[in-house]
């Protein structure tokens, strides 16, 4: 009898909705291909039902590990309900009571409240939802982003300000010159620590790159734990600049993971066929980091800037697989 293949370990990091597609286009990838998947998410949102609650009550923003917990939920019945039910939103002005809070999060909120440890909460949550494979967050401290932003105010075009939060480097209309976290060294999350040294592939984006993917790589522990991994590392690239990347090409969101974290070496850089354009400079900026340019339609076929996780996890899998 042949022993079965062992599955192939994915540790995705990131945040919000780049991170959610991702995670479901991994799920795809089934049955072709036997996935352990782990979610490795920001904790830096500030704003909406998330940011109330950390203001409220302090810790960590639960919306981005919500999403993420949706995304890997299973199929059957009773658990696409237990989704449903997280991610319902509650009506009504949004600074008042329940108004504007998603389910999941308050039960997120509840259980770390409960259990006192969100590495816990955040598997109770699985649980409920039935996941396939677990969220984990990048620290179990909750941080701040703050970026120096140069023609934030069009009247200034080369005014540098500092502005503070992730809601408002996230919407900013002016290029962003650098960011940092505050605390500035935050203690990277020991699970996510482990995951990163065990894994097989590490995936970036997509998703907002100043705000989900870029964070990563500034938890010092987990930026040492992503250089010293042995597993191969994979990009898959945004289809279309973000308002906090407005005047960035795609090489240049490319430049950015090695300006951030020099020591990153890369393989493999996905990005979708028609949204790339020209692939010679996306292809130079690939070699830079080591890597290689694999084009394939991962789009959405009604012209929205938005994964098809089908066509995204049927372009993973003989990636993956690779060498299996």
């Not at 072709?32 to 609650?53: F, N, W």
């Not at 290029?175 to 999350?189: D, Y």
């Not at 590392?233 to 906090?244: F, G, I, P, S, Y």
């Amino acid at each position: 009898m042949t022993a079965p293949t062992a599955p192939v370990r994915v540790v995705a990091f990131g945040g919000g909705h780049g991170l959610s597609a991702s995670l479901r286009a991994l799920r795809r990838c089934a049955p072709d291909l036997t996935l352990d998947i782990t979610a490795v998410v920001t904790v830096g949102d500030d704003g909406g039902s998330s940011g109330r609650l950390r203001a409220e009550r302090g810790g960590l923003p639960p919306g981005d590990l919500r999403q993420a917990l949706v995304a890997l939920a299973a199929d059957e019945p009773a658990t696409r309900r237990s989704a449903t039910l997280f991610q319902h939103r509650f009506g009504g002005a949004t600074t008042a009571g329940l108004a504007g809070h998603a389910v999941g999060n308050l039960v997120l909120a509840g259980l770390i409240d409960l259990l006192g440890d969100p590495v816990a909460a955040l598997q109770h949550a699985g649980s409920m939802l039935g996941t396939v494979g677990r969220v984990l967050p990048m620290s179990c401290e909750p941080i701040d982003i703050e970026a120096r932003v140069r023609g934030a105010a069009p009247d200034r075009p080369d005014e540098v300000v500092t502005i503070h939060g992730q809601r408002h480097v996230a919407v900013t209309t002016g290029r962003v010159e650098a960011l940092r976290l505050t605390p500035n060294a935050p203690s990277a999350c020991p699970e996510a620590v482990a995951a990163t040294e065990a894994a097989d592939w590490l995936i970036f984006g997509p998703g907002s790159w100043y705000t989900s993917v870029l964070p990563h790589l500034l938890v010092p522990g987990l930026a040492a734990a992503i250089v010293a991994s042995r597993a191969r590392r994979l990009v898959t690239l945004n289809l279309a600049a973000e308002k906090e990347t407005l005047g960035l090409s795609v090489a240049d969101h490319l430049a950015a993971l090695r300006w951030y974290l020099p020591d990153l070496s890369v393989d493999l850089v996905l990005a979708d066929v028609k949204a790339v354009g020209d692939p010679e400079p996306v292809e130079r900026a690939a070699e830079t980091l080591g890597a290689r340019l694999i084009l394939a339609p991962v789009a959405v076929t009604d012209g929205t800037p938005r994964h098809d996780p089908d066509a995204l996890g049927a372009a993973l899998v003989p990636v993956l697989g690779a060498d299996r």
